[in-house]
C-alpha cells in the first residue's frame, strides 16, 4: 500500500490535535506526518497516536513541495494565505476553515453526502471541509431527500463552545468555577456570559440580522446538497464543552412517514439512530462525545404542514463535525485518486 507524507496546520490546537489523533486511530497510511503551526508553537511538542511524539514546525518555513496532503484548520485568514501556495507545490489541502467553502473552484465535501465532489480538487489542490454544524445535519437529511425531496429545513443548534477554541472551553470551565466560589466572572471570548446561559449569536452578525453562522449553514446546505432547498437557521452557543446538538424541522415534496425515516436513517452511512418513546431514548451531546457517528433522535411527523418531520440531532463537533470528515476525505483522496 501506498503511504503519504501528511502536514497539519493548526496541529496544537483542539482540531489539529483531533486531527492527528484521528488521522493514527484509523491508521492512514503514513509515511511521515508533519506538525505545523504558527511560530510562537514552533519547537513544542504534539502526540501522533500512542508513542510518537511530533516537533511543531512553523509554517512560514515549511515547504509543502514532497507533501501530498495537508489537513489545515488554523484560521481562515492563514488559509487563504498558504494554501494556494501548498497547492501549487502538489500538496492536496483539505482545509477546515470557512475561506475556500464558497468558492465554485472548491469541492465542499461531507464523504457520506457528496464523495463525487472530490473528483474537483484537481482545479486548485484545495477541498473544503463544511462548516460543523452543517456536516451532521445534511449526514442525517441526505437519505430522506433523496426519498421524498426536502423544501424547506427550519434548524435551531445548540453549539458548544468547543467550536469556538480551547481558549473558550477554558471560559466556560473558569466562569462555571467563579460562579460557584462567588470570584470575578470574566468575560474574554465570548461578550456575554456563557456558563449557566445561552448566546443566541455565533460568528459576526450580517446586514440582514442573521449571523455568518446561520448563512454557512444556509449556503453551504444549498452547495452539498440541493441549491433548492430552502433553509431557515438560529445558531445558538450553549454551555457545553463538546458536541453540537440541532433541532431540525423538514418540509418535503412527497409524503414520508417518521417510521419510513426512522428505517431509512438505521441504514445511512455514519448515522446512528436511538429513538424511543421513554426518558432515556434519546441522545444527548454528553453521550455523544467521542464518538464518529451522527445520533438522530426524537423522529417524529409535523402536521403543521402537509408532509413534515420534526427530529434532533447530536454529533461530536471536534470530530465529525472537523477532524474524521476531513480524513474521511483524505481516505477517499488516497483510496481513489492519489494513485
Not at 55 to 65: C, G, I, S
Not at 103 to 114: A, F
Not at 133 to 155: D, G, N, W
Not at 234 to 251: D, K, L, S
Request: a negative charge; charged letters at 25%.
Amino acid at each position: 500500500m501506498k503511504k503519504y507524507k501528511v502536514a497539519v496546520v493548526g496541529a496544537t490546537g483542539a482540531v489539529g490535535r483531533e486531527m492527528l489523533k484521528t488521522l493514527a486511530e484509523r491508521e492512514f497510511p503514513v509515511s511521515d506526518v508533519i506538525a505545523l503551526a504558527s511560530g510562537k508553537s514552533a519547537g513544542s511538542e504534539v502526540s501522533f497516536g500512542e508513542d510518537d511524539v511530533l516537533t511543531v514546525q512553523d509554517l512560514a518555513d515549511y515547504n509543502f513541495k514532497g507533501t501530498d496532503i495537508c489537513l489545515s484548520s488554523a484560521g481562515a485568514k492563514i488559509s487563504a494565505e498558504f494554501a494556494p501556495r501548498a497547492g501549487k507545490a502538489g500538496c492536496v489541502v483539505i482545509d477546515n476553515t470557512s475561506h475556500f467553502r464558497m468558492d465554485p473552484d472548491v469541492p465542499l465535501v461531507v464523504p457520506e453526502v457528496n464523495p463525487q465532489a472530490i473528483a474537483d480538487y484537481t482545479k486548485r489542490n484545495i477541498i473544503a471541509n463544511p462548516n460543523c454544524s452543517t456536516i451532521q445535519m445534511v449526514v442525517a437529511l441526505k437519505p430522506l431527500h433523496e426519498a421524498a425531496t426536502i423544501k424547506r429545513i427550519v434548524v435551531a443548534t445548540y453549539q458548544s463552545v468547543s467550536g469556538a477554541g480551547k481558549e473558550a472551553m477554558d471560559e466556560l470551565f473558569t466562569q462555571s468555577r467563579a460562579i460557584f466560589v462567588n470570584d470575578e466572572l470574566v468575560k474574554e471570548v465570548f461578550k456575554k456570559q456563557i456558563a449557566f446561559n445561552v448566546i443566541p449569536q455565533i460568528d459576526v452578525f450580517m446586514e440582514d440580522g442573521s449571523t455568518k453562522e446561520e448563512w454557512k449553514m444556509v449556503a453551504e446546505t444549498k452547495k452539498i446538497l440541493d441549491p433548492k432547498i430552502k433553509v431557515s437557521a438560529t445558531c445558538v452557543r450553549v454551555p457545553v464543552f463538546i458536541c453540537h446538538a440541532e433541532a431540525v424541522n423538514i418540509e418535503f415534496e412527497k409524503p414520508i412517514s417518521a417510521a419510513e425515516a426512522r428505517a431509512l436513517l438505521k441504514k445511512a452511512p455514519g448515522v446512528t439512530v436511538i429513538d424511543h418513546h421513554h426518558e432515556e431514548g434519546f441522545v444527548t451531546p454528553v453521550e455523544c462525545a467521542g464518538e464518529d457517528n451522527t445520533f438522530v433522535s426524537r423522529i417524529r411527523e409535523d402536521g403543521s404542514v402537509e408532509s413534515g418531520l420534526s427530529m434532533w440531532i447530536v454529533a461530536d463537533n471536534l470530530r465529525k463535525g472537523a477532524a474524521l470528515n476531513a480524513v474521511q476525505i483524505a481516505e477517499i483522496l488516497a483510496r481513489d485518486y492519489l494513485k
